[in-house]
């Protein structure tokens, strides 16, 4: 469990990051938080030729409001989302997930920009980008572009982003003050990556649900919004009942893998109860 | 002073927690050379070709072995003698024509740098001859060899009429039980450093619980004399059975030493443990009772599937023997039968791991018990209070032998512990809690499991006890530390009988070249074997002492008493002696004086040829979430009688440690395998270990009811029955949560698994609203 040979570089401005990305293409990954990065390369999993270290930059790690969103700068650590980092129900979604992020040490070096390049499906970020259809904004030398979450997340570890990119900063939209939000995950045990997890957002406007969004992790290769479920509960009034329809709506929604903690059909069976639990939750707040 | 039964804390742990702890790994030494292995990724093949061109010519690479190097080295044999019919399925070094499971190491790589090492093993290239794969220890045995099968051995064990009992039984209950292929793990990965020290020894660092019959066995593999070989052990980061066997990995790197004539390492990474130390457990149980009309069990018959894995370890047969053995427990049973089959496979070879054979059979009796009460509708206590063995029936034997010895439960109250334990779980509050959540609609349940252990296995252990001039005493033993305190208990047995603190005395263990003789820790032995050797040594020097005392306080021996330290004549406190100037007097000089055999220093065997058998109750309370098939453990009880506890704290260390483990095999841990013999758990990603966010509190009720007649302190060994009975009390509990007896019939009790029983089970109206 030694790396094979690396080349480390360590830039200390942005600009000297992207033109050695520039330059080394294929060969180069980025090294953010390194909590997945690091693992893959002890088990010879991953073998980039030129390690880029971004930690040694200034500035890319402030989460800051504007009128609209939450920005979020690519090296802000889990940790720092533990207690709401923005009053309302965006700041609480995002402290509810940030406790399901591994475990300590990991949220204290993992990063956010990291997690999403990264696009592990399980990852509690790449749902919650997912769920909000956050924007993701890519750096290179060829400029910078915006990149939608729908489009951002390609399929296991797979992304938009090209060779010399770097991410950035995402962008998440800030939620109506009245939002209820809804994040519950299984797993065998703590820290771990979730079997199955789930996420809504629900707008309540007279009674009625005007908008809901549902996402859900570790289901396929990227994480997934649940239209069929999305679609029962638009117009109607929350109730258990609907709940549980729009945990079954979710469930023929999702076609997901199977590996030795959870076969397709019992991970189907995840979403089902889930996706009514994160519902729930959100309206118990 | 007394010592003994006192929680003091730990010698050992100063330099543990300053970071002054000196493992295999922290050891360096100049030109040392980085062994590296390469694996078998294929679960079984014949091997065609092996390429090292390549890995040769990368800088730093010194030499690369394969099982050509090392053909003229024997398999690794067992540590019991004679039994022949288990060769051969002894594991070569490095294997030379076929692999048999994925990890079985087929190079080795020698080179300068960790790095070029594991690089260099990356570019060895080998052609395979795909052969088919067994994963199943249950399918019909398949050749092994040209004249042997996968059957590589059937364990027997009987008495009693069990055909007539069956015969005769009002009902019979059959149940059919699993427990999934789970290991120790401990923090510390195994790894060895063997040099080449003047005088041609080889001494080999990183040895752990049995280093003086390695020794040997490494001596006779590599056609060197006993004496030319030294092990030496440091600190261990947990044993558990598993580490401090005699692997491939420890004969390569001694034979490497020699032929290369340099210091070799090897520290085994995260990734090759899991594939390469020893598993442990997966049995499929088909077990049956005899029932008369009373309700009481006439007769238990058992037959078992042991999945061995690709080669018969060092253990040879002791955990197939030990589950047949150990398998009717606290019960009567009046007949018994058990067939155990030991089925060769394509996986990682297994052994022995913290309560061998008995975690299994504990679950497979105990689930039987809790199907033996369904049947007859009754509390599963009832059942049990039935079929205990009565107090005055101890001793009790069984016409059985166990590890070479004849199996008599020494002592024990079977019916007073299980009383203990209900009024003890009662008062600690879990009734109530399991009322209150259940009051609340909770899936939650109650279990309970009753375990017979076994310990303090012989024939002997030894101890010598030095005093030097200063007065500082050295306990020389033949006993050996993972972790698990040994220093402390030892010097407290021996500061109890000197009357002197435990800080003045220094516990030697693991050092093949101070002491002849020496089995290790195993079996929970330590404290029962060595412990009893020290106070027997003690007491001997204390004889010596108080002689030499005598000559110098001008006294009569026997008028003399050691008090805190010095030796005083009793009722003249005043004429005193320290125990320093009672060794300086024992200088060869001086003892010519007094014609006393010079230096201060005593030496004790304690032999037997019974184990001790310390028994008691887990209980645990659980809560299953039915939508998921999750569970919790919410709290833990363990109920254990040890006879004589030296130090308290140890002991419940011990048995929380236990527990844990125990809850890893009950609920978490499971090396999975594909249909074609590929590991799927084989990081900590999918090879999943309690943390302390699954582990409930752990209440344990320490006994002294029924301390052993076999030794003087009537202490039996404590270090594995917190592991026992887990996985039965689990299941028993989540039966009790899902009202469904006989609902867990395998462990690990995964949550899809749970999920399917739940979903199979008649629904009750209270799992119809959300929840």
Redesign the interface.
Known sequence: ??P??FEYRAPRELEEALSILAEVGDEGKVLAGGQSLV?SMN??LARPAVLVDINGIGGIDSVTSSSDHLVIGTLARHVRFERPVTDGPLGHLLALAARKVG?RPIRIRGTFGGSLAHADPAAEWCMIATLLDATMVASSVRGQREITASNFFKTVFSTALEPDELLTEARLPLLNPAAKIGFVE?S??????A?VAASSVLDVEGGRISTARIALGSVGGTPLRSPAAEAVLQGNVPS?EL??EAGEAAAGDVEPMGD????PE?RR??VR?LT?RSL?ASTEH | MRLLGRSIPRVEDPPLITGRGRFVADITMAGELHMRIVRSPVAHARITHIDVEAALELPGVVAIWTGRDTAEIPPIDFRQEGLTDLYPYRQPILAEREVRYVGEPLAAVFARD??AA??AA?LVFVDFDELDVVVDPRADPAPFDEDSDTEAALVNVSYGDVEAAFAAAHRRVTVEVSVGRHTGVPMETRGALAVREHHGRIVMYGAAKVPHYNRQAIALMLGLGIDDVVLREGHVGGGFGVRGELYPEDVLVCLAALRLNAPVKWIE???EHLVATNHSRDQVHVIEAAVDADGFITAVRDEFWLDQGAYVRSHAATVPNLTAAMLPGPYVIPAYECRGHIRLTNKTPAGTYRAPGRYEGTFARERLLDAVAAELGEDPIVTRRRNLIAHEDMPFARPIRALGTEMEYDSGDYPSILEKTLAYVDDKGLCAELDERRASEEWVGLGFAFFVEKSGLGPYEGARIDVDDDGGIRVVTGAASMGQGVETAIAQVCGDVLDVSVDGIRVVHGQTDEIDYGLGAFASRVTVMTGTATQMAARALLVKAREAAAHLLEADPADIGMVAGNLEVVGAPERRVSLAEVARSLDPSGAKRTGMVPTLSAEAWFTTEHMTYPYGVHAALVRVDE??G?VEILRYVVAYDIGKAVNPMLVRGQIVGGAAQGLGGA??EEF?YSDDGQP??T?F??Y?L??V??MPPVDVLLLEDAPTPLNPMGVKGAGEGGTTAFGAAVAAAIDDALDAPGAVTRLPV???RL?KVICNIQRSPREKG?R
């Open positions: 469990m030694k094979a040979k693992p088990f010879r475990h299984f065998r045990r703590a820290g771990d990556f079997i258990g709940f549980a030795i903690h959870g076969s019992y069976d995840l109860v009514r729930q | 960790p790095y594991e690089d990356d990474d995260r990734k939508w998921t999750g609920l978490l999975v799927l758990a990081s990603m999918d999943l309690p943390t966010t699954e995964s949550p899809e999920r959300e």
